[in-house]
């Protein structure tokens, strides 16, 4: 497996908001969290990005210990996460956003800006525009693009379709395919679990900090007890 997390528990203060969850995702995959509000899905990916640290448990990547690893060397190892709320600096230009992504790395990073703007056309067109005057979807579409040129191995996703109009989520879940097909290992928690299971090879149900159930995405997609929890019952 290429990210794993096995049997981790994360408090705050004395509240347990993670109790021993187990996720692995294989390279190549595409694999979503899904669960209700406060189950845990977002303290899973700080826990990941080295955002939180764990009472007990670890996190591999690439089958090495990377636990107590600080979050900024993470981003050096090919772990990326593109914030929930989308993180963008408003002030600063698209491309200005684009090079922020990318601080970690030297030399020649104009290839990079090309690979998203032709994932991205809209970003192209907008480029020399603050970050802060774009729409919500162009906002997203930022928050990953920037996310990419640290040349993540796993891409982290935190509800990418947040507060978005249906036809932009639609436009966003083809472009994380997009990326996947081109070779990056995606990890997206989501609350609009009808389309991330449709996108997801795999999925895990959260439930309070725990798994709950685990299976490709069609099966969950297709099973009645989810589907009547978490896809409005229809
Ligand atoms: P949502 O879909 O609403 O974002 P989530 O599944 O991502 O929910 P988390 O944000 O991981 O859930 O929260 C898990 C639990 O931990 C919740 O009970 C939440 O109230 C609690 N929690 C999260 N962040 C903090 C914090 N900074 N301080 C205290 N408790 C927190």
Excluded at 13 to 21: E, F, H, M, T
Excluded at 32 to 60: F, P, W, Y
Excluded at 181 to 202: C, D, K, M, S, Y
Aim: aromatic share 4%; net charge neutral.
């Amino acid at each position: 497996m290429l990210l794993e997390i096995d049997d981790i528990s994360v408090y705050y203060g004395k509240i347990a908001a993670l109790k021993g969850v187990t996720v692995a995702v294989d390279e190549g995959e595409i694999v979503a969290l899904i669960g209700a509000n406060g189950a845990g899905k977002t303290t899973t990916l700080k826990t990941i990005s080295g955002l939180r640290s764990v009472a007990k448990g670890a996190v591999r990547l690439a089958g090495r210990d990377i636990t107590n690893v600080p979050g900024h060397e993470r981003v050096a190892l090919g772990l990326c996460q593109a914030p929930e709320g989308r993180g963008i600096f408003p002030g600063l230009t698209v491309l200005e956003n684009l090079h922020m992504g990318s601080y970690i790395r030297k030399g020649d990073v104009s290839a990079d800006v090309e690979r998203v703007f032709s994932l991205f056309p809209r970003l192209k067109e907008r480029q020399k525009q603050a970050g802060g005057t774009l729409s919500g979807g162009e906002q997203q579409m930022l928050a990953i693009g920037r996310a990419l040129m640290a040349q993540p191995k796993v891409l982290l996703l935190d509800e990418p379709s947040m507060g978005l109009a249906p036809k932009i989520i639609q436009q966003i879940f083809e472009i994380i395919q997009e990326i996947n097909e081109q070779g990056v290992t995606v990890l997206l928690v989501e609350q609009n679990a009808a389309q991330a299971l449709a996108l997801a090879h795999r999925a895990y149900v959260l439930e309070t900090g725990r798994v709950v159930r685990s299976a490709t995405g069609r099966e969950l997609l297709n099973d009645p007890s989810v589907r009547a929890a978490y896809l409005g019952g229809d």
